[in-house]
């Protein structure tokens, strides 16, 4: 009768990276994604035609997208990872498959930070384009200054994707609410308080590493820009592991 | 029993399990071999828990549960042997119903192209092959039901778990279902259906498993158990178009004892459910009424299972001769 191989974990997180993307494209919230992070791109537009332009335009709308935008979107995308398996108990199917119980995580992750990725670079390319657009030789000056950003982009994606999908596997029936509440307090918060404090905040280590202002004072620290893409980075894989050590114990509980 | 039969493919020993003071499954000892297994209980029993521990979706609180001679709780090289349709009505809406069991199939090991191919048989076979490339979220509660078993099945496993695998099936979905179990039952596999109807669990087998408050009552032929439940007035609910037209048509019927109404729905009461049964359809087809599903609430055997637990625990009872029959 049977006579299949094992699945290794990089084809079953494939398999499961197909089907995620499949279900994204025909729903809503991907294209609700793409509207959100299409904002600054607009925004800036309209200020470029009102009179606003440079470097000083670019960072202005890229402090309200690290602090506000790159949090928000893949929070909405991937705290469902985890969350929407258990709370439809559609992981029975799937862990009754020999394949790693892990792989679930890592192909819906995959499936969320890869378009993520790309519609959150293109949107800061796309607003840094149009900041430059009256004076074109602000191109070649602050072109370093856009791939600090968009490397803080890349190391954002994944690190709130990586919460948001722990907060998921914890939270399962409200995740979203859940990391939007750590959003608030700790991102939000903490992340603009004059305050040692704020190295909590991954959003504070963004803007420092996209070189974008940041609250001084005495109770302040300068943190080099490798250990501020390092924290996000760190943050971002203990909430993967984190989230698939609990999947890998998830048990199946229901009335008889 | 016949020695494949005595083929050990599940085994569980003083298996158990509990939340806090509540204990779900409690001390089964059970083996099973290859051919169709019946596990019955009313609603609470233990069934789901029991199954669900058999399938390695939950961690036995004591005792082991094997499966192929392997403990099958995170045992991914058991899992390629095994299929399971839960009972839960969960599914990914928005994918098709190919998408889902050619993706499962695949996390088994099959390569796509074949994945797909057993895919669309076992759907087609599911009297599914129209709607096959509709999402999941458009199917009726039948149609789902389907779907899942496909899933369960397509991959062709050695030991199968169906959790209430007609609920919601309407007369001839039934029929597809029962015969594709059968085969499968017949070509050797280990299938272990639940359900709180013993004429679901019938038509499909006569070894059964009688489970009750979390403990095997009696295992064995179901037909001395049967005679028990025909003393208890069995209960149908059958929801279509025109419960009363459907009524009026089985009332003349002499084995129909009672009925109700429900919202869109008709209840009988038989003390004889093999007459009736058939008969359902029957009269629906002539007084041109379309039947959604047939459903057995489980109150009569729940009366059963206590009668066999007092006769159990008082051995003079008279219900004790009955249970040590069917074992």
Redesign the interface.
Same mark, same amino acid.
């Given at each position: 009768m049977s006579a299949q191989s094992a699945v290794s974990m990089g084809a079953a997180a494939g398999i499961y990276r197909e089907l995620a993307w499949t279900r994204m494209k025909r729903g809503r919230l991907l294209w609700v994604c793409a509207s959100l992070l299409a904002l600054p791109v607009v925004g800036t537009a309209l200020l470029v035609i009102f009179g606003h332009w440079g470097r000083t335009l670019f960072d202005e709308v890229a402090e309200i997208y690290f602090r506000f935008l790159l949090p928000f979107v893949p929070a909405l995308l991937a705290s469902p990872i985890v969350s929407e398996e258990l709370d439809q108990k559609t992981f029975t199917f799937v862990f009754a498959r020999p394949a790693p119980r892990s792989a679930l995580v890592l192909g819906k992750l995959a499936a969320v930070v890869g378009p993520t990725l790309g519609m959150a670079v293109t949107s800061v390319a796309l607003t840094w384009a149009l900041a430059m657009i009256r004076f074109p030789q602000d191109y070649a000056e602050t072109a370093g200054h856009l791939v600090r950003a968009e490397i803080a982009t890349v190391v954002g994606v994944f690190a709130y994707a990586g919460i948001a999908t722990l907060f998921g596997s914890w939270f399962v029936r409200h995740p979203f609410v859940a990391v939007l509440g750590y959003l608030l307090l700790v991102e939000a918060g903490l992340g603009s308080a004059p305050i040692v404090l704020n190295l909590l905040a991954m959003s504070w280590h963004l803007r420092n590493l996209a070189q974008l202002a940041l609250p001084t004072g005495s109770l302040t620290l300068d943190v080099p820009a490798l250990v501020s893409a390092a924290v996000p980075l760190v943050l971002g894989s203990v909430g993967i592991g984190l989230a698939c050590m609990s999947v890998a114990d998830a048990e199946y509980h229901g009335k008889d | 029993m016949s020695a494949e039969r005595e083929r050990v493919m599940i085994e569980t020993k003083s298996a158990a399990r509990w $939340?806090g003071q509540i204990i !779900?499954v409690s001390d089964v000892t059970l083996t099973l071999g290859p051919g169709i297994t019946g596990l019955l209980g009313p609603? @609470? !029993? @233990? +069934?789901?828990?029991l199954m +669900?521990m058999m &399938? @390695?979706?939950?961690?036995p609180s004591k005792g082991e549960v094997r499966i192929l001679g392997e403990p099958i709780w +995170?045992n991914?090289?058991?899992?390629?042997? &095994? /299929? $399971?349709c839960?009972e839960?009505e /969960?599914? $990914?809406e928005?994918?098709t119903a190919l998408?889902?069991v050619t !993706?499962?199939n695949?996390?088994?090991?099959?390569d796509p192209g074949e994945a797909e191919k057993r895919a669309k048989e076992m759907l087609a076979k599911l009297d599914l092959a129209d709607a096959m490339n509709r999402?999941l979220g458009e199917y009726s509660k039948g149609m789902r039901q389907r779907a +899942?078993l496909a899933?369960?099945m397509a991959?062709?496993?050695?030991v199968l778990f169906l959790d209430e695998p007609l609920t919601g099936c309407d007369p001839l979905a039934r029929v597809k279902v029962l015969e594709v179990v059968k085969e499968l039952g017949r070509? @050797?596999?280990c299938v272990v259906v639940s359900s709180h109807v013993l004429y679901e669990i019938e038509a499909l087998t006569s070894e059964i498993v009688l489970i009750y408050k979390g403990t095997v009552l009696a295992e064995g032929d179901v037909y001395a158990v049967r005679s028990l439940i025909d003393k208890h007035p069995h209960k149908i609910r059958v929801d279509c178009d025109r419960p009363r037209d459907l009524a009026k048509a089985l009332v003349v019927e002499d084995h129909v004892s009672g009925l109700d109404f429900e919202e869109g729905a008709v209840v009988l009461e038989t003390r004889d459910p093999d007459r009736l049964y058939p008969a359902i359809p029957r009269a629906a087809k002539a007084a041109g009424l379309r039947v959604k599903a047939m459903t057995s609430p489980d109150n009569n055997l729940a009366s059963v299972f206590k009668y066999l637990t007092e006769a159990r625990e008082k051995p003079g009872a008279g219900g004790a001769k009955s249970t040590e029959n069917a074992k």
């Open positions: - | $939340y !779900a609603n @609470g !029993a @233990g +069934k789901s828990t +669900k &399938v @390695g979706q939950l961690r +995170k991914r090289a058991v899992l390629r042997h &095994v /299929g $399971y839960p839960h /969960g599914t $990914y928005d994918l998408e889902l !993706a499962l695949r996390l088994h090991g099959i999402r +899942k899933q369960a991959h062709d496993p050695d070509r @050797g596999a």
